[in-house]
């Protein structure tokens, strides 16, 4: 079992910085690729970022690239995510997320495990 928990969620101004956290407890972390999700209200769960387990590789949504970057801390079993120039249609529920194996996923569905979730709002 793996227990994720996010932190660094908040209220910030349209082109602001958040740091969003996510630590990870219970079997061997350095087994998972972990992933980053976000959901609107009203719409579907989205994939925002994922990080192999090696680190080496990192993909991002679209929407994404050039503004957040998922970094991992395998050591201290944690996982980041470094939101910058933030948009108001990024906010969201952010969710962590951990699969199995040693790629990194867009496929929501690859992920065995999940945090609650953390708030982001950007305003205008």
């Known amino acids: 079992q793996v227990q994720l928990a996010e932190s660094g969620g908040g209220l910030v101004q349209a082109g602001g910085s958040l740091r969003l956290s996510c630590a990870a407890s219970g079997r061997t972390f350095s087994n998972y690729a972990m992933g980053w999700f976000r959901q609107a209200p009203g719409k579907e769960r989205e994939f925002v970022a994922t990080?192999?387990?090696?680190?080496?590789?990192?993909v991002y949504a679209d929407s994404v690239k050039g503004r957040f970057t998922i970094s991992g801390d395998i050591a201290k079993s944690t996982v980041h995510l470094q939101m910058n120039n933030l948009k108001p249609e990024d906010t969201a529920v952010y969710y962590c997320?951990?699969?199995?194996?040693?790629?990194?996923?867009?496929?929501?569905?690859?992920?065995?495990?999940w945090g609650q979730g953390t708030q982001v709002t950007v305003s205008s």
């Open positions: 990080i192999s387990v090696s680190g080496s590789i990192t």
């Open positions: 997320a951990a699969a199995y194996g040693l790629s990194g996923y867009r496929d929501s569905g690859m992920y065995r495990y």
